[in-house]
């Protein structure tokens, strides 16, 4: 039988839906991803203070991937250099977001400890902003991001106000809240957020507290963690690692 007469009588003796899905199997196709559901994740993110060098990556890739404005006071993400002197005074900078001269010089000999804390929203499992939104256009998902409706949101800044970690501002051209929302378009697609991604490091882990065999869970397990304001029970998902006392 040639490979006419073969192909012929596949269509005689097979279904047209079993061709499909024999002819797909032999090249190796994929079946179709199942849709993603919200119910079965639950978001959060790591930081490991000691392996963030203060590169400023993850504040770029942010504003490049969300449309973050150029301007340096405009920012999803940021990061903060902690220097802590002998004396115990703490001096704190914003890295790479406003340009001149240091805040302050300190010399090397008054140099207790030095180290950088990116931040970000804490995505609180209990969230102030949903709180006191008149408008509900801040809301938490079911795998525990939290996001604001920019076209229910108008501009009130209550929400601004209430966040205890200062992280969203208000957009400049679309004049409606904004903030990191762990890239949540990438996240459903299976993708990492951005300013995990472009981590050199890997100082920043992100991960699905509901699996088990998430990093984030490892992560938590083989550290002792720390949360930032955890007196105003906001419940944050942003945990830290090595996390120093004078972080507030």
Known sequence: MDKREFLKSLIV????GGIIASLAKQAG??????????????????????????????????????DVPDEPFYFRTWVERYTIKKDRTVVVETVGL?????????EQEDVLRSFFVPKLCNHCANPPCVQVCPVDATWSTEDGAVIVDK????????????????????????????????????????????????????????GDLKSQAS??????????????????NTQPKVYYAGLDGEVR
Request: glycine share 6%; proline share 6%.
């Open 29 to 66: 196709a994929k079946a179709p991803a199942p849709a993603y559901q919200a119910k079965n994740h639950y978001y959060g993110m790591g930081i490991e203070i000691d392996k963030c060098i203060g590169c400023n990556r993850c504040v770029e890739a942010c504003k490049l991937e969300n």
């Open 13 to 16: 003796f097979i279904p047209a």
């Open 151 to 206: 076209n229910r949101c108008i501009g009130c800044r209550y929400c601004i106000q209430a966040c205890p970690y200062g992280a969203r501002y208000l957009h400049p051209k679309t004049k409606t809240a904004d903030k990191c929302t762990f890239c949540y378009h990438r996240v459903v697609r299976g993708l990492l957020p951005a300013c995990v991604e472009v981590c050199p490091t890997q100082a920043r882990i992100f």
């Open 215 to 232: 990093r984030l869970v490892r992560f938590e397990r083989m550290n002792k963690i720390h949360v930032l304001k955890p007196d105003l």
């Open 98 to 106: 406003r340009k001149g001269k240091r805040k302050e010089i300190v």
